[in-house]
């Protein structure tokens, strides 16, 4: 289990970990309406502590609450009031490097049944040890037996607490199976993504990853990489992706917060090229590394100093 850090903000305040809690009754418990976003912090060169796109990860926290309906969050907090409620968290706990900061929003009225406009919301942060969700020296992956939920059912855009039941059974079903992780597909067969990462392949020289129409997240890191790798003058390709490719892959690869930018060595008993990382892979990585440690002149943008 990943160490927890003993202050977290909530209620528009600091209070010990343990003390910060919902009702049984809560919307958010009962029916985990909930929506939440989770970023690295790191520390720089010069010795500053700075957060990843924090910027998006605010607007990912609007957007997640508009889709589902959640709409008194918005009415309360601007973007310099969350900076400030980060800045506070992480001071009181005296983070020095290296940590992941999750931020939630919960309906935490009572008994509301099941509806979500006009409802009251608490803000949480919380803080815990950066430990990666996947092996960052090669991880190996199963077909989930569970489809990804698809957009019409609960919004894959939306990070939303209740829907990662569906995250759950496909992860667990993996490491019963003796797997670190698992690969959903969608309704039609397509990948999306694992349980909690999204997922990128290379062929032929060309950058692959399922479109955002396929039933995925659309992550900040995602984002990224596409971005880097545009940068770098990678061919990039966003669309649909068959399991069968992933058999026949050079090189693939899952990035996301937890999981930072983990290479995949096999899937489904198939060994992934000649299971070890392989230049794009190598090369993406160690510029996303450098990206998040706020170390890149040229990405200077996408960290916010914290301290």
């Known amino acids: 289990m990943a160490h927890l850090y003993e202050q977290a ?31 690295p912090v790191h520390t720089n060169k ?20 508009r889709i589902i309906g959640i709409d008194t969050f918005e009415q309360n907090w601007t973007a310099k009031k969350f900076l400030e409620a980060i800045k506070l968290v992480v001071t009181a706990n005296d983070v020095k490097d290296k940590a992941f900061v999750r931020v939630t929003v919960h309906v935490d009225e009572l008994v509301p049944g099941t509806r979500s406009r006009g409802l009251n919301t608490v803000l949480s942060i919380f803080i ?43 992860k667990q079903d993996a490491i019963d199976s003796g797997y670190d992780d698992c690969v959903f ?13 999204n997922i990128f392949l290379v062929r032929n020289n060309t950058l692959i990853t399922p479109g955002a129409t396929s039933d995925l997240l659309e992550g900040i890191n995602r984002r990224t990489i596409l971005e880097l790798a545009s940068d770098i003058g990678l061919k990039v390709v966003e669309r649909d992706v068959d399991l069968t490719e992933l058999y026949i892959a050079d090189e693939i690869f899952a990035c996301g917060t937890s999981a930072y930018l983990a290479p995949i060595f096999e899937i489904d008993a198939r060994r992934v090229g000649d299971k070890t990382i392989g230049p794009v892979t190598k090369q993406l990585s160690d510029r996303y590394f ?7 002149a040229k990405y200077q943008h996408y960290v916010t100093i914290l301290g």
């Open 9 to 39: 903000y909530f209620d528009n305040g600091l209070r010990p970990i343990g003390e910060a809690q919902l009702s049984i009754a809560s919307s958010a418990v009962l029916y985990g309406l909930s929506v939440y976003t989770v970023f």
């Open 185 to 197: 597909l969608d309704a039609a067969g397509h990948v999306c993504e694992l349980s909690a990462a």
């Open 128 to 170: 815990y040890e950066a430990v990666p969700i996947l092996p960052q020296t090669g991880a190996r992956l199963k077909t989930s037996v569970w489809r990804r939920i698809p957009d019409y059912a609960i919004p894959s855009r939306a990070k939303v607490n209740g829907a990662y039941v569906n995250s759950v059974l496909a």
């Open 46 to 65: 010069a010795g500053q502590l700075v957060a990843f796109r924090l910027p998006e990860h605010f607007e990912r926290l609007i957007n997640s609450a």
């Open 290 to 296: 450098k990206i998040l440690h706020g170390d890149d």
